[in-house]
């Protein structure tokens, strides 16, 4: 791999003197794919060539607006026309489940986009420095300190020096503390 290549994919910038390949676009229209018919297919709104040409596509969607209507007349779904509707309703349990969702997303959007307008609406505030700034969290910070047991008790009365056997060596009687 050329270096000014790999250098391009990293930055995700274009090496000097880049030329693009020349996008190749098709002049001519290809020919409709259904059978009998020789016309030019249709042009789709993105510039790109449909399968078929209009009148076949107009056709096809008239057929299937038809075949839908027979369904939904025989007792299917008024959305989606195949499965047996639900009694007393005039969707499926499927098509139904969906428009509840459609509905449901909607709600939220217009609750996302009501507090959204809130907060915009609010006035700027000087910004109050707090914990969080500081990467603080209640979540990640350090327990308080609790007092203990031995904070709230009463302490013991202080033992005499004189009472304390345990302090003094059974073999040491303070030489080294005397004058000669």
């Not at 309703?89 to 996302?112: H, V």
Request: charged content about 35%; hydrophobic content about 30%; proline content about 7%.
């Amino acid at each position: 791999m050329d270096l000014s290549t790999l250098v391009a994919q990293w930055s995700g910038k274009l090496p000097e003197g880049f030329v693009p390949p020349a996008i190749l676009r098709r002049t001519t229209a290809p020919e409709c794919s259904l059978k009998r018919c020789r016309r030019p297919a249709a042009v789709k709104k993105d510039g790109t060539f449909a399968h078929a040409c209009q009148p076949c596509l107009d056709r096809r969607a008239a057929s299937c607006r038809r075949r839908r209507a027979a369904l939904a007349a025989e007792g299917g779904c008024r959305r989606c026309a195949y499965r047996k509707r639900l009694e007393g309703d005039f969707l499926c349990q499927r098509c139904r489940d969906d428009r509840d969702a459609e509905r449901a997303q909607k709600r939220q959007d217009a609750l996302d986009a009501a507090v959204i307008d809130e907060f915009a609406a609010q006035p700027d505030k000087v910004h109050r420095a707090s914990d969080l700034d500081r990467g603080i969290s209640p979540w990640n910070a350090r327990r308080r300190k609790e007092p203990t047991a031995a904070y709230w008790s009463p302490l013991p009365d202080p033992e005499p020096r004189e009472e304390r056997g345990w302090a003094k060596s059974l073999w040491d009687d303070g030489w080294r503390y005397r004058r000669c």
